[in-house]
């Protein structure tokens, strides 16, 4: 017995060989089209012609055919088997399998114009994306200029400034002499801040993954504002847990970067009462560790709404902030970033007239075999004397060359200054010196050139450490001067505290 449901997608039909109906076997589908001693033909004009021309005992399939029962179409595929006697002829009824056949030609046809889409809009997505990548590499080498453009000169401020503030002057020129040197320190910092999100933003920032002291980074700290703070009204102070882990793996100029930015913002607007920086553990299993920064203080404060920008580009909380406090309001989303890049999270709460205090988690792998101690003085390497050391200077900014002479002069060095590379490199041919310094943009021969040139050096300086003087201060441009023969790098602008440090260091 055939089931009702497959009774009703096909019938079975015999007909004689000129296609009058002999028989219904079996089936039900358009049953009331087709009639006992009526032609096929009437339902199935298709079939005429092709009934005539079948081969005995050889099956034959039509498919795709449409007939029409109930003024309704149906798509049907049908089967011809030619006996010795009659034909038989099954019709199936397919208009369901026809139209997810239809449905699926569709889609896949859906399909192919949306790939075809996909691929043009991709094609203009990688034209966009390389006039963005060339809009960011035109922008990094304008900036990377302009600070060079401005660096040299800046140099030439500061270092005027410190030279002058070192003479007898009156209280009124003291005055303006302080103010000249902070508003040169803030012109350095927003420089910095602008190329330091412009490498971010182009993808450009490398975090080392080196060994690294917690203690060591929060003493450099503690050493550098120790100077710098001038307002005897504020207290720094800096607390350090015990069970931080004496080593640990991470970038500590990064680490001090982030620090600095909140202890100096935290100086800028804390006129009186205490800043305190305490570093602590928050979790701690085998291999890693999450340390938590938090820099406090008791400053003006901050109310919610202003809480909700400050991590933004050049958000700052107050418009005369820029020009009472210095900077261009980029320091703390360039933190954020850092902050973010290193896995960690950033967080601060404040209230307005009472004070503000920044969290900084961060997780580190822990250094194996690493003993925790106690923060204790660190033992400093004696910097050596330059009396009377012969130090070869090359610059071609006559004002540079001056505040150089005047830093060395005071450490009654030996000083030969030239101003351009062809110079440099007659005397470094024909006398032997301490230290050379190299500006590395000069007329007829650059510092670089000069470097890779180690035939010159061999016969009088063979040993002689070499130190480029430079405004491109950017991590690759440092990598690139100590890869090709420089022994250090001394960055414009520079205090003279830091140029002599630079020059005793690698003697």
Known sequence: MIPAKIEAIFIQITTDFSGV???????????????????IYEVCPFLEGTVEALETNKPFLLEGMVIVSNNKEYNVDIELFKTENSIEIIIHNRTNVYKIVDQLNQNRNDIFFIKREIAEKNKELDRLRKIADKANEE?????????????????????YAELISAEKLTDSVADYIKNLSSAGTNLKVIVDDILDLSRIEAGKLQLASEKISIRNIIQNCENDFKHQQKNEKATLKFYVSNNIPQFLIGDSVRIHQILSNLIGNAIKFTEKGIIKTAVKVVSEDKNEVKILFSVSDTGRGMSDQQITKIFEEYQQNKLSDNRIKGGAGLGLAIVNRLVHAMKGKISVESKLNIGTIFFVEIPFKIVANTITQPLTSHSVKPLINLKEKKILVADDDTLNLTIVSHFLAKEKAEI??????????????????????????????????????????????????????TANTTEEDIKRYKDIGFSGVISKPFTSEIFLKKIQEVL
């Open 21 to 39: 109906i002999q028989n219904i076997d079996a089936g039900k589908f358009a049953k009331n089209e087709f009639s006992l001693q009526e032609s």
């Open 139 to 159: 922008k990094s080498r304008f900036l990377a200029m302009m600070s060079h453009e401005i660096r040299n000169p800046l140099n030439s401020i500061l270092g």
């Open 416 to 469: 030969t200054m030239v101003k351009d590379g062809l110079e440099a490199l007659s005397k470094i041919e024909t006398s032997s010196f301490d230290v050379i310094l190299l500006d590395i943009n000069m007329p007829n021969m650059t510092g670089e050139e000069l470097v890779k040139k180690l035939n010159i050096f061999q016969e009088f300086n063979a040993k002689t450490p070499i130190l480029a003087l």
